[in-house]
C-alpha cells in the first residue's frame, strides 16, 4: 500500500512569490492535514481537510491556503512568500473522521521550502 | 502555553539500557495520544498510539498513559544506536488536529 506522497520534494523561491505543494494521501484516507516544520517552533497546525471541506484551521495568515480535491488529494498555497516561510511542510493522512480514541496520523516525506 | 510539553534533551543513553521519555498535556479531555520518532531530515513515523490509562507494550516500547496526571511516556528498552532520533509526543484535538510537543532528542551510545 503506497504511502503519502508530497510533490516537490524540494523547491527554491525568492520572496514575493507563490508556492504551490502537493500531497497524495493513503488511499481510503479522506483527512489530509498540513503541518509546517522548522527549528524554532517545531510541528504547527496548518489546516485539515475531509471530504472536500476545511474543518480546522490553524494560526496561520492568510497567504496560507488549501483545498481538497474529491479524489482526497490536497494541495496547499503561500502566496507573496517571505523568508520565515522557508520550512519543512509535512502532509498527513488519516483513515478516521476524527473521532476520539481513533486514527492515527501518516505523514508524507515533506516539502522543503527555501525562500531566498 | 504550550499544549504539549516535552523535555528537548538531548537525553543520553548506552546502547542497551533503557530510555524514558515524557510528556505532559494541558487539555484534561484529551483521549488520543501518540508518539512519533523522527530521524535527522525525514518525516515523522509513528511508533505508538494510546487512548487507555496504563501500559501499552510493542516489542521494545511500551507507552505509559497517566490521564489524571496528564502524563505519556514512552520507554525503549534494550536501547539501539539506530533509536538516536528526535521523538515526538502528540495529542489528538478536534477534527484531526494533533499537538505536537518539540520533541526530545535521544542519542544511544554504543
Known amino acids: 500500500k503506497a504511502g503519502v506522497t508530497q510533490t516537490p520534494r524540494y523547491l527554491i523561491k525568492t520572496r514575493g512569490q507563490q508556492v504551490t505543494l502537493s500531497c497524495s494521501p493513503i488511499?481510503?484516507?479522506?483527512?489530509v492535514s498540513w503541518y509546517q516544520q522548522t527549528p524554532g517552533q517545531g510541528l504547527q497546525f496548518l489546516f485539515e481537510?475531509?471530504?472536500?471541506?476545511?474543518?480546522n484551521k490553524g494560526n496561520f495568515p492568510g497567504r496560507f491556503s488549501g483545498r481538497q480535491f474529491s479524489n482526497s488529494r490536497s494541495e496547499m498555497n503561500v502566496s507573496t512568500l517571505e523568508l520565515g516561510d522557508s520550512a519543512l511542510y509535512l502532509c498527513?493522512?488519516?483513515?478516521?473522521?476524527?473521532?476520539?480514541?481513533?486514527?492515527?496520523?501518516?505523514f508524507g516525506e515533506g516539502s522543503r521550502l527555501t525562500v531566498l | 502555553q504550550k499544549e504539549v510539553e516535552q523535555n528537548s534533551g538531548p537525553l543520553s543513553v548506552p546502547e542497551g539500557a533503557i530510555a524514558s521519555l515524557n510528556c505532559t498535556y494541558s487539555?484534561?479531555?484529551?483521549?488520543?495520544f501518540f508518539w512519533y520518532r523522527q530521524y535527522s531530515g525525514k518525516s515523522p513515523e509513528l511508533i505508538m498510539s494510546?487512548?487507555?490509562?496504563g501500559d501499552k507494550e510493542d516489542g521494545r516500547f511500551t507507552a505509559q498513559l497517566n490521564k489524571a496526571s496528564q502524563y505519556v511516556s514512552l520507554l525503549i528498552r534494550d536501547s539501539q544506536p539506530s533509536d538516536s532520533a528526535t521523538y515526538l509526543c502528540?495529542?489528538?484535538?478536534?477534527?484531526?488536529?494533533?499537538?505536537f510537543g518539540s520533541g526530545t532528542k535521544l542519542n544511544v551510545k554504543p
Open positions: 487539555d484534561r479531555g484529551s483521549q488520543s
Open positions: 494510546i487512548y487507555s490509562n
Open positions: 498527513a493522512s488519516s483513515w478516521t473522521s476524527g473521532s476520539p480514541n481513533t486514527g492515527e496520523l501518516f
Open positions: 481537510y475531509f471530504s472536500e471541506t476545511q474543518r
Open positions: 488511499s481510503g484516507h479522506r483527512s
Open positions: 502528540a495529542v489528538k484535538g478536534n477534527f484531526n488536529k494533533f499537538y
